[in-house]
């Protein structure tokens, strides 16, 4: 019986540390080169970041069921942004690494429907169901943000703003760093605040 | 050697608590749960997303140990009892790498002063590469109302929140209550009974403190802390190094999910851990507890300590 137990809790630990290696082992970098990627956009357009290499470019983790995003699409502050850096020239890609049957996931059609109720602004809203490239940034909440400058290093990842709750509320009064790191790019100048701990949902790998 | 209370065969502390978070919210729930269970908790979410009470999957009672208020200049502790449907999850102070604590708006009031929330030491949940620390199962959060100078002591509602909390399985819900703390005509506390003196008690039996008997330092080297702490008197016991966690007490200084190596040292332990990803560049302390079954003192169990290590 002891051993039985024993045997039960080394396996618990060592699935444990398993698990960690997904996401915590691994992520990327500010100042350093991000991993390329090529993802199918809700329309059925394939897209490779390294295309994007001239450009400032934005990584938006989604699920449109977690309360922490509904926070910020609720009250159109993420249209909002899409939309401003959007006339920017800034390439905008939403991702969503919901696997199939969990939450957030959706069916190209389905996203497609969704982006269009939200009147979301994205250059591309892309799937991401293998979860692969949201491993390969250590995406770990929805909203989890990425700010990559032109040669493709990160320059900001992390939470949207410092107001960690789901009250739609405190949308209002935030700091954004994800609008603060993008202006001070377009500016010329360097990034103040370059991670901050994001919050939110667990990605629904 | 210093003595060693409660040592038990299978130092089960970290294992328990690995355990408990496979339970809740690992990877054996989800896939005994699966669709069916996410599919039914999202309608109920659409459908009504300010969730009324007997939808919630948290239950939220005022309880006291006392059953009347004492005098003016003394401490009332309310407690904040959280009775949590099977499998889900709150949050403790710090949630870790997702979620959100429970939160209490007071309403202004004349008799009672309301102070923070005292957290209980929490359990670790690990899923999907993910670490959160929180409550399942059901937490009493604790907080120390001074009572003031008041002529009016005979009101039948003495004081009201709003409540906020998040909880979680594999989705998250925000859920929220108003509770009210009432007497009745004698001015009796409603919210009084043998089994809210129990539970209150057992919680505060589960808060951090500092000891004298430890002292503690850090440094952050290749983003590794290593934390040392060594004791400092006979009262000090020096637990088994397996049955430690440290839970810091703010986010985003600690990798959550990376495991924590603890060491014997010769006159106490050392322990490495990951720095954040997200920690900023300069830090001065690291503040947090450290949990461990075996317990930290001599002349009493505390498996919390309550430790501020200053960072070199």
Same mark, same amino acid.
């Given at each position: 019986m002891k051993t039985f137990i024993t045997t039960i809790f080394a396996l618990a630990l060592t699935a444990t540390i398993i698990s960690a290696g997904n996401i915590g082992g691994s992520g990327v970098e500010i100042g350093e080169s991000v991993p390329d990627f090529t993802l199918p956009d809700a329309a059925g357009e394939v897209h490779t +970041?390294?295309?994007? #290499?001239d450009k400032y470019i934005v990584l938006e983790w989604l699920n449109h069921d977690c309360p922490f995003v509904r926070k910020h699409y609720d009250t159109g502050n993420m249209q909002k942004l899409q939309a401003r850096y959007g006339e920017k020239d800034v390439v905008w890609f939403t991702i969503i690494s919901s696997a199939p049957g969990k939450q957030g996931y959706l069916e190209p059609d389905e996203a497609l429907a969704i982006t269009r109720e939200k009147e979301a602004k994205p250059f591309a809203l892309l799937l991401d169901p293998e979860g692969d490239v949201g491993r390969a940034y250590g995406a770990v909440v929805t909203p989890h943000m990425y700010v990559i400058k032109?040669?493709?290093? +990160?320059a900001y990842m992390g939470a949207i703003d410092d107001n960690p709750s789901a009250?739609? #509320? #405190?949308?209002?009064?935030a700091r954004n760093f994800v609008s603060e790191a993008l202006d001070n790019l377009l500016d010329g100048r360097s990034v103040e605040v370059t991670t901050r701990q994001p919050y939110g949902c667990t990605v629904k790998y | 050697m210093l003595p060693r209370k409660n040592k038990t065969p299978l130092k089960p502390t970290l294992a328990w608590i690995l355990l408990a978070g496979f339970c809740s919210t690992g990877l054996p729930m989800q896939t005994l749960v699966g669709h069916s269970g996410t599919a039914i908790a999202q309608t109920l979410f659409q459908a009504n997303?300010?969730?009324?009470d007997p939808e919630n999957r948290v239950d939220v009672t005022f309880i006291t140990e006392e059953s009347r208020i004492s005098e003016s200049g003394e401490t009332l502790w309310i407690g904040v009892h959280m009775e949590i449907q099977d499998g889900w999850h709150v949050y403790w102070r710090n949630p870790g790498d997702s979620g959100l604590p429970t939160r209490i708006n007071w309403e202004a009031n004349e008799l009672l002063d309301p102070g923070d929330i005292h957290w209980p030491y929490p359990s670790r949940f690990d899923e999907d590469g993910v670490t959160t620390y929180g409550y399942s199962d059901n937490v009493t959060l604790l907080v120390p109302a001074h009572i003031r100078e008041s002529t009016d002591r005979t009101t039948a509602q003495l004081i009201s929140a709003d409540l906020n909390w998040l909880v979680c399985k594999d989705i998250c819900l925000p859920e929220s209550a108003q509770l009210m703390l009432e007497t009745d005509s004698d001015g009796s506390?409603?919210?009084?009974s043998e089994s809210a003196r129990g539970k209150i008690k057992d919680s505060k039996s589960r808060l951090p403190e500092s000891s004298e008997s430890w002292s503690a330092a850090a440094s952050l080297e290749n983003g590794t802390f290593k934390l040392t702490v060594i004791s400092r008197d006979e009262n000090a016991n020096i637990p088994d190094p397996e049955t430690i966690y440290f839970f810091p007490?703010?986010?985003?200084?600690?990798?959550?999910t990376s495991p924590q190596r603890t060491t014997r040292s010769a006159d106490g332990l050392e322990i490495e851990m990951q720095a954040s990803r997200y920690l900023g560049s300069e830090i001065s302390e690291l503040q947090g507890l450290l949990y461990s079954e075996d317990g930290w003192l001599g002349d009493r169990m505390l498996n919390a300590l309550e430790i501020t290590f200053p960072v070199n």
């Open positions: +970041l390294s295309e994007y #290499d032109p040669g493709g290093t +990160l009250n739609p #509320d #405190d949308v209002e009064g | 997303p300010e969730a009324s506390l409603l919210s009084f007490y703010k986010q985003g200084v600690i990798e959550h």
